[in-house]
């Protein structure tokens, strides 16, 4: 019965908490719509979320969590300094391709998401057979670094936790 009421007990929750975080104050009614509508969109997105990602292991996906947030405030002090000190002709814009060895879409969309929220970076593509991402950096004098680090940070932690 409870499963049926709450199918995604997850989403349920950031549901609540992303509408309390909008209105950005405390009231019992905005408290009571959340958690109806956080009911409600759940069971009726249900049949589209046949097979549910399962995330294997919490303790990394609550590093990577952290490491994510580390890095969009680093990025973002990095992108300030540019936009507001560099000419843009010093600037070395690449394309990078990331080949993947994660294989889950969960994955693939957690680690384009990623890229794309840290700034500087943004995904722009994924390869037909799902095996590469297109990536567009803003400064990247090194593109195999911004691959090697891309992979090495992110993607080697999103296998631990979808694995």
Do not use: Q
């Amino acid at each position: 019965m409870l499963r049926k009421l709450v199918p995604h007990p997850g989403l349920t929750l950031l549901l609540i908490v992303t509408w309390l975080m909008l209105v950005n104050e405390f009231k019992w009614g905005s408290l009571v719509f959340a958690a109806i509508m956080g009911i409600i969109l759940p069971i009726l997105t249900a049949p589209y979320w046949p097979d549910r990602p399962l995330i294997r292991n919490w303790p990394a996906a609550v590093e990577y969590v952290g490491i994510v947030f580390w890095d969009i405030i680093k990025s973002n002090i990095t992108v300030a300094m540019i936009v507001l000190f560099r000419p843009a002709a010093k600037l070395n814009p690449a394309w990078v391709t990331v080949p993947l060895d994660v294989t889950s879409p969960e994955a693939i969309t957690v680690l384009a998401g990623t890229i794309t929220m840290t700034p500087g970076t943004v995904t722009a593509d994924l390869s037909a057979d799902g095996k590469a991402l297109l990536v567009h950096c803003l400064d990247a004098t090194d593109p195999d670094a911004v691959r090697d680090d891309i992979k090495a940070r992110y993607e080697s932690r999103l296998k631990r936790i979808f694995a």
